[in-house]
Structure formats: structure tokens, C-alpha cells
């Protein structure tokens, strides 16, 4: 028996929050909740990159390497937000949440980080499907606060575990679809204002999917709405619900976004961009996007570019990097130990050694004194070609008066004080 999914998405600004830093994907396979955290707009950044990866799942699984492919996309995602901070540092902290569910027709393969939920009415019963990734729910694990107290405790967005971290540990499961499941995927923004009681009585008595969807949305806005709020609801149905839209939503399918575009990356964009990915905007006063009933728009593709034009600029810089330090000089040791100008870098970029040897004198490094031996092993930066012969000149200059190289012993000096000898220049 293959089942399908009827869905509705919404996400809204909120009431209090000046941007939406959620994002929300949903297919006819594929269902997606993204909560994005971090300042400088680096959160809608993150959520935005990440639902734009994962929605590649939106095709029938594989049967064989489900997890491993899910696993995959979201290896890749934390991937590409690392790679933006790597960009710019000042993106350091951006980060997201990520609860999606990947759907076979008969069972639900589900990732889950952060806060965000998932939520299973069942025949009546309503249940968490996933555990938050918080602090409160590890006081509440260790039975040291009761779920009551962790709802208004002041740490309660606490998060653990976010995508965007160096190392994530996304929590896996797979649950059984039953026709009639009704499924609820939503971030904090519903989950903290709107009690369970009365999402699962939303849920309960809304008849589709759209109707359960604009209702929560609306309660989380009468309940003050302090954050972004993004609902997805997904109904298990044995008929074919027949062709619906792909929904994109918040932070996502945000225009402002896309505005990071360069000329460079119009090329990249040309090539290969998915056709026919509509998405709709029904947002009626600025909040949300929901799906079924809106104007659809080619925004996919725009973000897409985003996150292709953080690689490429990420490329560029390291390109350009690579070029720079082509252009400087400093004087080091050769291999054979000689006093040498170096073009590059005296340090280790990204693990990598960017030096080259330019001119090497016969000088010893040895015959410095243990101060100059000691700045040329670490490398003593000078300006441009002529500063470097320059100084190269002047350290290995062969008079004896060089304070830079230790002094010359004379014949006498060598016999007088014989355990000194070998401190002295040798010519
Ligand atoms: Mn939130």
C-alpha cells in the first residue's frame, strides 16, 4: 500500500521580530522545518542554505540507502553553512535548526537538531515524535525540572545541538505512516507560545491541512507571537492527492537573499537551474508564505544562488589569497640552512606551506646570532622584492662589523679560548 501526503506550510514573521529567520520546505515526498539563529542576518542565512540542500530529497527514497542519503544532505548543508562563516567571520555563530521528514509512502524517515518539532495526531492522540535538542529537556530528562516548569523556564531556547557546529549529531528515526495521521511539523515560534492542549485540539478539528495550518499560525499571533512562527501540517492519505505544489517559505524564499548576487555568479546560474520549481507567496501582510492557492514564483533558484555564491566568493578568496601572498617576501632559512628570500607566507595557510625560495645566499643561518637565527626561523617579513635584497644584503654581509651574525673569531681568540670556538664565524 502506497500512501501520500496532503500538505499546507505557513511561516510568519511573527509580531515582534523585525525578519524571518525560519524556513520551511514541503513536497509531495519531502517536509521541512528550519529554524535559523545568529546575528548579522546570518540566521535566515542558515536556515535559508539549509532548506534549500535538503529539499533535493523531495524524490522517492531509495530503498537500500535512505539514511545514509539523508545523512548526506545534511552532512552537506552543515557543510555549506561552515563554509559561509568561513567567508565571513562575521557570520561566526549562525546556525539552525532542522526537523524533516523524508517519506517512502509507507514509512516516515526522519532527521531532527534543535528545537524545532514534529508532532503525530494519531486516531485521536497526539504525541512529540521528536525530543528537543535543549538544555530544559535535559533538565527535564535528568528529572530535575518537570516539563511544566521547563516551559517557562528562562534558558528554554537554549539549544544543545544546531547545524552550523563543527561536529553534529542529528538524531534519526522512522516511523510507520498510518492513513489518517495528520502530522504537524512547526519551530518554537508555535511550540513555545501555543500549548500542546491546544495544538492538538487545532489539529484535531481543522479539516484539511490548510485550515489546521492558518489556524495555529493565527494562535501563535494572538498569543503575542515573540518569535517567527512556521507550521507545516501533512496529512497521511491512501488517495492521490494528485500534483501540488512545492511550498518554500520564510527565510528560504526571501528575495533579499538572493541579493548578494554577482555578475560572476550569473554563468553558474544559467547552467543547470532547475526549471519548473514554483513557489508561492501568500503572504498577506508581509509575515509568511503558505502554498496551495498563491501566485507562484521562481524563488528556489534564487537561493540556490546564494549558496552558491558563498562558495564561489569563498573560492575567489582563497584564489585571490594564494595570488597576495605570491606577491610578498620575507627572509627564512633554506633547506640546505642558508639565509634566503622567500616569496609567500612564513606560516602555514589552511595546513599548507606557501612559500617558495627566491634567492639564496651561502650564508649559514648558523652564524646569526641566536636573535636573528631566531626571527629567521620564524621569518622576518620585509617589503616587496627590493626591501628582501635589501635585507638579505645586510644580514649576510660579510664585514665584521654585521651585529646581525655572531663575531669573528680570530686566530688567537680561537686558541686563547678554544671552548669558544665554535660560536665564531668560521671565514
Ligand atoms: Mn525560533
Excluded at 567567508?87 to 531532527?112: C, I, R, S, Y
Excluded at 492558518?214 to 507550521?231: I, K, R, S
Excluded at 532547475?274 to 524563488?299: C, F, I, M, N, Y
Aim: glycine share 8%; net charge negative.
Amino acid at each position: 500500500m502506497s500512501l501520500h501526503l496532503r500538505y499546507a506550510a505557513i511561516s510568519d514573521r511573527g509580531v515582534v521580530r523585525q525578519g524571518n529567520q525560519d524556513s520551511v520546505f514541503a513536497g509531495s515526498h519531502f517536509i521541512a522545518v528550519a529554524d535559523g539563529m545568529g546575528g548579522m542576518a546570518a540566521g535566515d542565512l542558515a536556515s535559508a542554505i539549509v532548506i534549500n540542500t535538503v529539499a533535493r530529497l523531495d524524490v522517492p527514497p531509495p530503498p537500500d540507502s535512505v539514511v545514509d542519503e539523508l545523512a548526506d544532505a545534511v552532512a552537506d548543508a552543515n557543510r555549506a553553512i561552515r563554509r559561509c562563516v568561513a567567508d565571513d567571520p562575521q557570520k561566526e555563530g549562525m546556525g539552525t535548526t532542522l526537523t524533516a521528514l523524508w517519506f517512502d509512502g509507507e514509512w516516515f524517515n526522519l532527521v531532527h537538531i534543535g528545537d524545532s518539532r514534529a508532532y503525530r495526531m494519531r486516531e485521536g492522540g497526539f504525541e512529540q515524535v521528536t525530543v528537543d535538542d535543549t538544555y530544559v529537556q535535559m533538565l527535564v530528562d535528568e528529572g530535575r525540572i518537570t516539563a511544566e516548569e521547563a516551559e517557562r523556564h528562562p534558558q528554554r531556547s537554549l539549544l544543545l545541538r544546531a547545524l552550523g557546529a563543527s561536529e553534529v549529531e542529528p538524531a534519526f528515526q522512522t516511523i510507520k505512516g498510518m492513513p489518517g495521521d495528520r502530522l504537524l511539523l512547526c519551530s518554537d515560534g508555535l511550540s513555545g507560545p501555543v500549548s500542546d492542549a491546544d495544538i492538538a485540539r487545532t489539529l484535531q478539528s481543522s479539516a484539511t491541512p490548510q485550515e489546521a495550518a492558518q489556524t495555529l499560525v493565527q494562535q501563535a499571533l494572538d498569543a503575542g507571537a515573540p518569535d517567527n512562527v512556521t507550521v507545516l501540517v501533512a496529512d497521511v492519505v491512501e488517495e492521490d492527492p494528485g500534483e501540488q505544489r512545492q511550498i518554500i517559505g520564510g527565510a528560504a524564499a526571501d528575495q533579499r537573499l538572493a541579493e548578494s548576487d554577482t555578475a560572476v555568479l550569473r554563468a553558474v546560474r544559467e547552467d543547470g537551474e532547475p526549471a519548473d520549481e514554483a513557489t508561492v507567496d501568500l503572504r498577506p501582510s508581509g509575515g509568511g508564505e503558505q502554498a496551495e492557492d498563491g501566485k507562484p514564483a521562481k524563488r528556489r533558484g534564487r537561493v540556490w544562488r546564494t549558496v552558491l555564491s558563498c562558495l564561489i566568493v569563498l573560492v575567489l578568496a582563497a584564489g585571490a589569497g594564494a595570488y597576495w601572498a605570491r606577491t610578498q617576501y620575507f627572509i627564512g632559512v633554506s633547506d640546505a640552512g642558508n639565509i634566503s628570500v622567500f616569496r609567500g607566507l612564513p606560516f602555514e595557510v589552511a595546513g599548507l606551506r606557501a612559500a617558495w625560495l627566491d634567492t639564496e645566499s651561502d650564508r649559514p643561518a648558523s652564524e646569526a646570532t641566536d636573535e636573528v637565527e631566531a626571527d629567521l626561523a620564524d621569518g622576518i617579513r620585509v617589503d616587496g622584492r627590493e626591501g628582501a635584497e635589501a635585507e638579505l644584503e645586510e644580514l649576510t654581509d660579510p664585514a665584521s662589523t654585521n651585529e646581525n651574525l655572531d663575531p669573528l673569531c680570530s686566530a688567537s681568540d680561537t686558541e686563547a679560548v678554544p671552548t669558544a670556538a665554535k660560536d665564531c664565524r668560521e671565514d
